[in-house]
């Protein structure tokens, strides 16, 4: 079986970005958008997100709003999926 993820990614988005995203996803949940770099390192503490999560988070820049996990994953240089019109 193939994964139904694939037929929507963008190229050069590999599995283990997806992966990756879906573990900050996970860490911050729905509720805390939009955030800056402070107020998603704490979400995902709460949330009880992984060393690498929390460390890429940190790794964001300071001051800046973020809308989505997209804009997270865009920013921390992993590849994502494109907005389809």
């Keep these: 079986m193939t994964d139904p993820h694939q037929a929507a990614t963008a190229p050069g988005t590999d599995q283990a970005d997806l992966d990756h995203r879906a ?3 996970e860490a911050l949940g729905k509720e805390v958008w ?3 770099r402070d107020q998603l390192v704490a979400k995902a503490q709460e949330g ?5 999560v929390l460390a890429d988070l ?4 300071a001051g800046q709003q ?7 994953a865009r920013a921390l240089g992993l ?4 907005q389809r019109f």
Excluded: H, I, S
Aim: glycine share 12%; no cysteine.
């Design 23 to 25: 573990a900050l996803a």
């Design 34 to 36: 939009p955030a800056d």
């Design 48 to 52: 009880g997100g992984t060393d690498r």
């Design 58 to 61: 940190r790794r964001l820049p």
């Design 66 to 72: 973020f809308e989505n996990v997209q804009e997270v």
């Design 79 to 82: 590849g994502t999926e494109q």
